[in-house]
C-alpha cells in the first residue's frame, strides 16, 4: 500500500493537524444544533425522572421498547472501532492505519451514549448504583445470575480498554500536536502525551504494549455484544431465547459499525482535506466488508426463521409470523431490505466507489440496523406467550426526543473530537511513506 | 401577608388536629361491636370486623367489614350470612368506593333563586325542611308529597312509610328500575300470586335460563353463584347441566353448556316448545290429568318445526335441552332480566312458569316465599307519578338514593315534571342528575356508616351496622327523619329520637317472635357480631296451582322481534356486570374493572354481529350512530359474536351527566332509546321490543379493551375435557410423564416449612371478576383511568382472561383467573439484577419493592405477563385514600409491583399461629381473591401438607389439573383444573 501515498513526514504532520485550525462558521452552527438537540433530550429525561418512565411508550407487555434499542445500537456501532483498530491491527491490514483513529471515537463515543440508556431506562435511576457491587453494610449483591449484571461487567469493561487503546494509540501523534501548540494548549497536550518523546526505548516499549492491548480487546469484541445479546437469549420469550444470538448481534455490530466509520469519514476527509490520507480505496476496502457483514448478517436471518419453522415450536413460529405479517410488519420487510439486499449494490465497483452511492448504503445500513434491534425487543414482547397479555407499544414524544438526543450526543462528541485531537494517526501513516533520509539522497 | 413562626406553628397544628381527627375514630363504646373481640378494644395496627349487610343491589349479602385504627379498607362476605355465605361480588367491594367518594355531598345545600348552592348547618337545613314541609301540610297538601327511594327492608322501609304517615301521605314509592313486572304479572295470571319466588339453583340437576343473568346482575346473583356451584360441581362422575337461552351470549350464557341463541321475543314460544315436548314425551312429573289437558291444550301449536321456525334453534336442540330438563332428578327454568322484559315479558315467563309446573319443580326449586323484593313499584307508577308531576298534584318530592333521571328514558320528560314540583328534596349520598334540579339536599350517610336492618328472605333478618364514624357532615337517612318529625312535632312524640335506638326496638320485638328469652342486650351483641339473625321460623312457603283462567290466549304477543336484516336491528339493552343500573358508575374500581365478555373498560358500547359488521363495513372500535325513535347517539361498535345477528346490544349503566368525576362523560346512556309508554301487558319498562338504526361514521371512537386476543391460538391456557374422557377410568397408569428432570446448574428451592399454592377450578370460575376486585382493594392497586390501559398499563394483580373456543360450533367462551403462578423455576427470579425479585422459603416470587430499580426485566421475562410497573406516581384523591390498607406497602414510581399470595395475610396467619403456639390450619390463610371467589373456584393452602384441601383436590382430580404454560418448566404453584364440557363433540 506504500504507494499509495505519495507523501513525506512533513507533510503528513502538516496536513494532518491542520484539522486542529480554529473551526469555521458552519462548525459552530452545526455544534449549536446538536447542543439544542441535546439539551431537548436532557429536557425530556428529566420530564421522565420527575413524572416517571410512563412518559415514554411503553407498558405492559411491551416493558423495553426505543431505549433498549438505541442502547444496542450504539454498543453495535461501538463494535467497528476495535475490529478495525484491534483485529486488523494484528491481521497486518496496513489501510486500517488512515481510518482506525476515527474508528476507535466512534467506539468511545458510541459507549459513551450507549451507557446513557441504562440509565435512562430504569425506572428508579437515583438508584441505579445499586446494580454495581459495591460493598455495602446490609451486604447486598448484586445478581450475578441476571444478564443485565453482565451488562454493565461487559460495557465497563469494554470502555474501559477501548478508552485506553483510544488514548494510548494517540500518544506519539499528541507529542506532535504539543510540539506545535502554544500557551495553554500545550500544557493540556503536554500532559496527555504522557512525556512522549519519540526514544527508542519508548518506542519498543510503545509497539510492544500496543500489541498486547490490541490482542487484549479482541476477544471483546466478540464477548460485549455476546453479552448484551444475552440480555435477549438468556430469556424464555420466544423470538428472544436462541442460541444464534451471540454470533448474530455480534456480525450485526460490525455490520452497522462499519456503516457509521464510513458515514464519519465521508464528511471528515472533506472538510479537513485528508483525501490523501483516507482515499477511495480505504472506503473501497470499508465497502467490501460491509457486503461480507450483510451477508452474515442475512444469513443469520435466514436461519432464524428456519430454525422457528424446524423447530416446530408454536409460540417461536408464531412469533416469526407476527413479524412478518403482523403490527410491525413495515419495520422487519424495511430492515430485511435495508440491511442485507441494499448492501448487495456494493458488488459493483463503480456504486462502492461512488460517494454518494456510499452515502445512501450506509445510512440505510443503520436505519435497518436500529429497526432490526427494534423488531426484535418489540414485537417479541408484544407477542408472547399469553395472547390475552398482547400489546403493542408507540413511542411519544418524550422517548423520541431522548432518542434524538443521544444521537446529536454522540455527533456532538465527535464533532468537538475532530476538532481537538488528530483524526488520523500521523504515526502509523509514517509507517507506510518512504523515510525522509531516503527520499533526501 | 407576613406569617411569624409562631403563627405558623399554630396553623400547623390547628390543620393538624382538624384532619387527623376525622380518621383516628373516637368510636362510641356503645355503639359499635367488633366481630371477634367481645368488646370494644382498638389496637392500633391491630384489624377489627364489624358485619353488615351489602346496599349495592337489592340482594342483601352479608358483609364484614375490616376496620383498621377507625377506617374501613376492606369489605368481604359475611362468612356466617345464609345468602352470599362469605363471598361477594364485585360491586359489594366496590361498596368502599361510595364511602369514600371524593364526589359525595359532603353537607346539607339549599338552592339560591340564582340556581347556586348554599351551605346550610344540619339544623338550619332540617328546620328549613319542616317548615316547608309544614307549609304544605298548612296548605292541605301533606297527602301530596311523594318519598322516593330504591328497595328497602325492615327497619329504614318501616320508618319511611311511618314518616310519610306522620304528614298525611300514602304516597310511598319503591323505585329500582329492574322492578320484575313481567314475573309479577306472570305469577299473578299463572299462580295467582304476585309476587317474586325464590329460586334453589343448587338444587337443580339441569338448568334453564330464559335470559336471566343470574350469575351477574339477576336477583341475587353472589347467593345465586354459589348455587350454581353445588348444581355444577363435578361429583362422582356426574356433573349438572344448564341450558341458556336468549339473544345474547351473556356472561351467564357462556358458563351454560349450551347456548340456544333464539330470536329475541321468542323465548316464550321456546319455552312452551320445551313443554310440549316434554309432554309429549310423557315426561312430566306429578301432574294431574287435568292440568296435563290443559297444558297440552295450550302448546299444542308449538310443534318442533314451528318452534324452530319462530325462534332459529334447531329442534335436535331443542327436544335435547327438554328431555335433560324432564329427565333430571331436579330442574329449575328461570325466566329474567331485561332482554325478556318486553310487551311480550308475562307471556314468556308465564310459559317458563308452565315448564317448571309440568316438571313438579313449583314449590321445590321454585318457592313462593314472599322474598322482600315483591314490593317495588313498577314501572307504569313511576309514569303515573310524572303524570301527577306534570298535573301539579305532587307538593313534595322527597328522594333518597334513587336517579330516575338517569333510569327512565328521557322520552318520559320525568325531569320536567319534576321541575313542576315545588318542593324537592334530595337525601341522597350523591349529586346525581335527580338530586341536581332539587332545591334542597340532605346528604345521608352512605350504608356502611349507617344503623338498619335488613329483610332478605323470610326469616333472614340481616343487621346494619356503622363500620366508622362519617367521612363527611352527612347524616343517616333515618335520623333525618327521626330528627324532622320532631320538628314537625307530629303525635309520636315517644317515639325513639336516633336510628339506633329505632333499630333495637324492632330488635327487640323480632327477639320476642323468635321466642328468644335470653337478655336483650346478649341478643342484640351476638346479632350485631353474626351480622344479623336467621333462625326466626321462615314464612311457610305458598303452595300453588294453575290458576282455573288461564289459557293459551295470553301467549298471543308473543313473536319475534323482527328487524329488516342490513336496515334495522333489535335493541338488548342489559344491566352491566359492573354498574348494575348505573349506581355503581362512580366508582373508580368498577369502571377499571373490565366487562367480562367484551373485555373494555370505561366506557359504553354497542355489540354488533361480525356478520352485520362486515356487511355494514364496521370494525371494532368504529363510531356508529344509533338511532331510536327516540333518541339518538354515537357509540362505538364493539363486533362479537355475543350477539345474534340482526341483533345489538348495549350495556346499561353509563352516560352519567352528573355522578362525580369517574362517571361523568364516560359512555352513554342507551336508556334513553327506549320507548317511555310503559308496557300495557306487564306494567313495566320495554327493555326489549324496539328496532334502533345503525349507521357507521368515519371516525373513531377510544374503546378500550385489555384483550390482546379473543382467542388462546391453541395455547392450552384454558383446558377442556370432554365428561365422558373424564369418567373413563384410566387407559394406562399415571405415567411418570411431568418428573422429568431439567438439568440445572442450581440446586432445587427448598421450602422448609410451607410451599404455598393454589388450585384454580376452570369449571367452576364464572368469571365474575369478584376476584379482581377484592384484589385492588386488599393491595392497594391503583386505577389508572382510561387512557393509561388504552396504553395497555392497567395494573390488576390478577386478571380474568377471557377466550373464545374457535372450535365450538356455537359462540362461547372461557375463563381464566390469571395471576403470579409463584413458579419454583421462576424467569422473573434470576433476571433481577438487584434481588428484587426473590423467592421466599415459601416458595413464594417474592418482590422488594424497596429494592426495586424498575429495569422491567422480570417483566419482559415473566411468561404469565402477571408483573405491573408503575409507570408514573399514583395519585390517591382525598379520601379515596383512606381505603388503602395498612399492611400493604403503596408503590412509588418506577417499581415493579404483583401479586404474593396476599403475602400479608399469609404472615397474619403465621403470627396468629406463631402467638397460639401451633401450627396453621388449613384454610385459615385465604387471599382476597380466594375469600371473595362466589363460585369457590380457587382453593388456596399448603401443597407441603398433604392433607390440605389443596393438595387433595389435586390428587383427586388427577385427569383435570394442569399447569398453564407448563412446557417451559416454570414450575408453577398454581394448578388449573380442566373446564368440562358436556357436549359430545365430532
Not at chain 1, 499509495?4 to 504532520?13: A, E, F
Request: proline share 5%; aromatic share 12%; net charge neutral.
Amino acid at each position: 500500500m506504500t504507494e499509495d501515498y505519495n507523501l513525506n513526514y512533513t507533510d503528513t504532520d502538516i496536513d494532518l493537524t491542520q484539522s486542529l485550525k480554529a473551526p469555521g462558521r458552519g462548525y459552530w452552527l452545526l455544534l449549536t444544533f446538536l447542543f439544542l438537540l441535546i439539551c431537548a433530550g436532557g429536557y425530556a429525561w428529566g420530564v421522565q425522572i420527575a413524572n416517571g418512565i410512563g412518559e415514554s411508550g411503553k407498558n405492559n407487555p411491551v416493558g423495553w421498547a426505543m431505549y433498549i434499542t438505541t442502547f444496542v445500537f450504539w454498543v453495535g456501532i461501538a463494535h467497528s472501532g476495535t475490529l478495525i483498530s484491534a483485529i486488523l491491527f494484528l491481521f497486518r491490514v496496513k489501510w486500517r492505519a488512515a481510518v482506525y483513529r476515527s474508528a476507535e471515537a466512534v467506539t468511545v463515543f458510541g459507549l459513551a451514549t450507549a451507557g446513557l440508556f441504562p440509565f435512562i431506562h430504569l425506572g428508579r435511576v437515583w438508584v441505579a448504583h445499586w446494580i454495581l457491587p459495591i460493598p455495602n453494610f446490609g451486604g447486598l449483591w448484586p445478581n450475578f445470575r441476571s444478564p443485565l449484571a453482565w451488562d454493565v461487567l461487559a460495557i465497563t469493561t469494554y470502555l474501559t480498554a477501548s478508552s485506553l487503546f483510544f488514548i494510548l494509540g494517540m500518544m506519539p501523534d499528541i507529542a506532535i500536536v504539543r510540539d506545535k501548540a502554544r500557551g495553554w494548549r500545550k500544557k493540556v497536550y503536554g500532559l496527555l502525551s504522557m512525556g512522549w518523546q519519540g526514544s527508542d526505548n519508548q518506542w519498543r516499549h510503545y509497539t510492544a504494549a500496543y500489541v498486547f492491548l490490541a490482542a487484549l480487546s479482541t476477544p471483546l469484541v466478540i464477548s460485549v455484544h455476546s453479552i448484551v445479546s444475552w440480555d435477549f437469549a438468556m430469556s424464555v420469550i420466544p423470538g428472544w431465547h436462541s442460541t444464534i444470538f451471540a454470533p448474530y448481534f455480534v456480525a450485526g455490530a460490525i455490520h452497522s459499525g462499519l456503516g457509521m466509520v464510513v458515514l464519519l469519514l465521508i464528511p471528515m476527509r472533506k472538510a479537513f482535506k485528508i483525501e490523501q490520507y483516507i482515499t477511495l480505496h480505504h472506503l473501497e476496502s470499508l465497502a467490501k466488508l460491509i457486503i461480507f457483514t450483510a451477508l452474515v448478517v442475512g444469513f443469520a436471518y435466514s436461519i432464524e426463521l428456519f430454525i422457528a419453522w424446524y423447530s416446530h415450536n408454536p409460540y417461536e413460529q408464531a412469533i416469526f409470523l407476527y413479524r412478518m405479517t403482523g403490527d410491525y410488519a413495515w419495520a422487519f420487510w424495511l430492515l430485511i431490505t435495508t440491511n442485507v439486499f441494499v448492501p448487495m449494490l456494493l458488488w459493483s465497483k463503480k456504486i462502492r466507489t461512488s460517494i454518494p452511492w456510499l452515502v445512501g448504503i450506509c445510512v440505510s445500513v443503520e436505519i435497518g440496523m436500529w429497526l432490526e434491534r427494534f423488531v426484535i425487543i418489540v414485537t417479541s414482547l408484544a407477542h408472547d406467550y399469553l395472547p390475552y397479555a398482547w400489546g403493542l407499544y408507540k413511542p411519544t414524544l418524550i422517548d423520541s426526543l431522548i432518542v434524538i438526543g443521544s444521537f446529536a450526543w454522540f455527533f456532538f462528541l465527535f464533532m468537538v473530537f475532530s476538532k481537538t485531537l488528530p483524526v488520523v494517526s500521523m504515526w502509523e501513516v509514517k509507517e507506510q511513506i518512504e523515510p525522509p533520509m531516503k527520499s533526501s539522497h | 401577608m407576613e406569617l411569624h413562626r409562631r403563627e405558623f406553628l399554630k396553623i400547623i397544628g390547628a390543620t393538624t388536629v382538624g384532619t387527623t381527627l376525622p380518621g383516628c375514630g373516637i368510636k362510641q363504646p356503645k355503639s359499635l361491636i367488633p366481630y371477634v373481640i367481645p368488646e370494644e378494644n382498638i389496637t392500633p395496627g391491630k384489624s377489627v370486623w364489624y358485619a353488615s349487610v351489602c346496599q349495592e343491589c337489592p340482594a342483601g349479602c352479608g358483609i364484614s367489614a375490616r376496620v383498621r385504627d377507625g377506617r374501613a379498607v376492606k369489605v368481604e362476605g359475611n362468612a356466617l350470612h345464609p345468602i352470599n355465605d362469605g363471598a361477594l361480588c364485585a360491586r359489594g367491594h366496590a361498596s368502599l368506593h361510595g364511602l369514600y367518594n371524593p364526589d359525595r355531598i359532603q353537607q346539607p345545600m339549599r338552592k339560591k333563586p340564582d340556581g347556586s348552592w348554599e351551605v346550610l348547618s344540619w339544623d338550619q337545613a332540617q328546620t328549613y325542611f319542616a317548615e316547608e314541609i309544614q307549609k304544605i301540610q298548612k296548605r292541605g297538601r301533606g297527602g301530596d308529597v311523594v318519598f322516593m327511594t330504591q328497595h328497602l327492608s325492615g327497619a329504614l322501609d318501616e320508618l319511611v312509610d311511618q314518616w310519610l304517615g306522620s304528614i298525611g301521605s300514602k304516597r310511598r314509592y319503591r323505585y329500582e328500575p329492574f322492578a320484575h313486572e313481567s314475573i309479577k304479572k306472570a305469577n299473578l295470571l299463572t299462580f295467582a300470586t304476585e309476587q317474586v319466588p325464590s329460586y334453589n339453583f343448587a338444587e337443580a340437576e339441569t338448568i334453564i335460563s330464559f335470559g336471566a343473568d343470574f350469575l351477574e346482575t339477576w336477583l341475587s346473583p353472589v347467593a345465586f353463584t354459589k348455587g350454581f356451584t353445588a348444581h355444577r360441581g363435578f361429583k362422582n362422575g356426574k356433573r349438572g347441566s344448564m341450558f341458556f337461552v336468549g339473544p345474547r351470549l351473556s356472561m351467564t350464557a357462556t358458563n351454560a353448556d349450551e347456548w340456544l341463541a333464539v330470536s329475541p321475543g321468542t323465548e316464550g314460544i321456546f319455552a312452551l316448545g320445551l313443554v310440549k315436548v316434554i309432554l309429549d314425551n310423557n315426561a312430566s312429573k306429578g301432574l294431574g290429568v287435568v292440568d296435563a289437558t290443559r297444558i297440552s291444550e295450550i302448546v299444542k301449536s308449538y310443534s318442533l318445526s314451528a318452534v324452530e321456525k319462530a325462534t332459529g334453534v334447531s329442534s335436535e336442540a331443542m327436544k335435547k335441552a327438554a328431555l335433560a330438563f324432564a329427565k333430571a332428578k331436579s330442574s329449575l327454568a328461570v325466566a329474567g332480566g331485561t332482554t325478556i322484559e318486553g310487551d311480550a315479558g308475562a307471556a314468556i315467563t308465564a310459559a317458563v312458569n308452565l315448564l317448571n309446573y309440568i316438571c313438579g319443580n313449583i314449590g321445590k326449586t321454585v318457592r313462593f316465599n314472599h322474598p322482600g323484593i315483591s314490593n317495588l313499584n313498577t314501572y307504569l307508577d313511576v309514569a303515573k307519578l310524572v303524570d301527577l308531576m306534570n298535573g301539579e298534584k305532587i307538593s313534595a318530592f322527597i328522594f333518597a338514593d334513587v336517579n330516575p333521571l338517569f333510569s327512565t328514558p328521557s322520552g318520559l320528560d320525568f325531569d320536567k315534571a319534576m321541575m313542576k314540583v315545588p318542593f324537592r328534596v334530595s337525601m341522597s349520598s350523591f349529586m346525581t342528575e335527580t338530586s341536581a334540579p332539587a332545591n334542597l339536599i340532605l346528604p345521608t350517610h352512605t350504608p356502611l356508616e349507617s344503623w338498619g336492618d335488613v329483610e332478605v328472605e323470610s326469616g333472614i333478618y340481616g343487621l346494619m351496622q356503622p363500620a366508622m364514624q362519617p367521612v363527611f357532615k352527612t347524616k343517616m337517612l333515618g335520623d333525618i327523619l327521626l330528627e324532622t318529625r320532631k320538628k314537625l312535632k307530629s303525635s309520636a312524640a315517644s317515639s325513639p329520637a336516633t336510628m339506633y335506638d329505632y333499630v333495637r326496638d324492632r330488635w327487640r320485638l323480632l327477639q320476642k317472635r323468635i321466642g328468644d328469652t335470653s337478655d336483650f342486650e346478649n341478643f342484640w351483641i351476638d346479632s350485631l357480631a353474626r351480622g344479623g339473625n336467621w333462625e326466626s321460623p321462615k314464612s311457610k312457603v305458598q303452595e300453588v296451582r294453575l290458576s282455573p283462567g288461564f289459557n293459551g290466549s295470553f301467549f298471543s304477543n308473543m313473536k319475534n322481534i323482527e328487524n329488516e336484516p342490513g336496515k334495522n336491528f333489535s335493541l338488548l339493552l342489559y344491566p352491566s356486570l359492573n354498574h348494575y343500573d348505573g349506581r355503581g358508575a362512580n366508582r373508580p374500581w368498577m369502571q377499571e374493572l373490565p366487562d367480562p365478555m367484551t373485555m373494555n373498560v370505561w366506557d359504553t358500547w354497542i355489540e354488533i354481529h361480525p356478520q352485520d359488521a362486515a356487511v355494514a363495513g364496521i370494525k371494532t372500535g368504529d363510531a356508529v350512530q344509533v338511532s331510536s325513535p327516540y333518541a339518538r347517539f354515537d357509540l362505538p361498535a364493539h363486533v362479537s359474536t355475543t350477539v345474534k345477528p340482526g341483533v345489538v346490544a348495549i350495556p346499561i349503566g353509563q352516560g352519567h351527566t352528573s355522578f362525580g368525576r369517574y362517571a361523568d362523560n364516560v359512555g352513554k346512556n342507551p336508556i334513553d332509546l327506549l320507548d317511555p309508554k310503559p308496557s300495557e301487558k306487564t306494567g313495566g319498562l320495554e327493555w326489549v321490543g324496539i328496532t334502533v338504526e345503525i349507521l357507521k361514521k368515519s371516525e373513531r371512537l377510544a374503546l378500550v379493551s385489555v384483550s390482546g386476543s379473543d382467542v388462546q391460538h391453541d395455547r392450552a391456557i384454558v383446558q377442556t375435557i370432554p365428561l365422558s374422557e373424564l369418567v373413563k377410568p384410566h387407559a394406562t397408569m399415571p405415567t411418570e410423564e411431568h418428573k422429568e428432570e431439567a438439568i440445572s446448574m442450581y440446586a432445587d428451592h427448598e421450602h422448609p416449612n410451607h410451599r404455598w399454592g393454589m388450585a384454580i377450578d376452570v369449571d367452576k370460575c364464572t368469571g365474575c371478576s369478584a376476584c379482581v376486585t377484592a384484589c385492588y382493594a386488599e393491595n392497594n392497586i391503583p386505577v389508572v383511568g382510561k387512557e393509561e390501559v388504552n396504553s395497555g398499563r392497567e395494573m390488576a394483580w390478577i386478571r380474568i382472561e377471557r377466550y373464545f373456543d374457535e372450535k365450538s360450533p356455537t359462540p362461547r367462551a372461557d375463563f381464566a383467573p390469571m395471576l403470579c403462578q409463584q413458579c419454583d423455576n421462576a424467569p422473573c427470579e434470576t433476571v433481577c439484577p438487584v434481588y428484587a425479585a426473590y423467592h421466599t422459603e415459601e416458595g413464594l416470587n417474592g418482590q422488594v419493592y424497596n429494592r426495586c430499580i424498575g429495569t422491567r426485566y422480570c417483566a419482559n421475562n415473566c411468561p404469565y405477563k402477571v408483573r405491573r410497573f408503575n409507570w408514573f406516581e399514583t395519585k390517591w384523591i382525598e379520601p379515596l385514600n383512606w381505603q388503602l390498607n395498612p399492611d400493604v406497602t403503596v408503590r412509588s414510581k418506577g417499581v415493579m409491583e404483583k401479586c404474593t399470595f396476599c403475602v400479608q395475610r399469609i404472615n397474619d396467619g403465621k403470627n396468629t399461629a406463631r402467638n397460639e403456639n401451633r401450627a396453621v390450619r388449613d384454610g385459615e390463610i385465604i387471599p382476597a381473591c380466594a375469600q371473595t371467589c362466589p363460585a369457590e373456584a380457587i382453593t388456596f393452602g399448603d401443597l407441603k401438607d398433604p392433607n390440605s384441601r389443596v393438595s387433595k383436590l389435586i390428587v383427586e382430580e388427577d385427569k383435570r389439573d394442569y399447569r398453564v404454560l407448563e412446557d417451559l418448566n416454570t414450575r408453577p404453584a398454581v394448578t388449573y383444573l380442566k373446564a368440562i364440557d358436556l357436549r359430545e363433540r365430532k
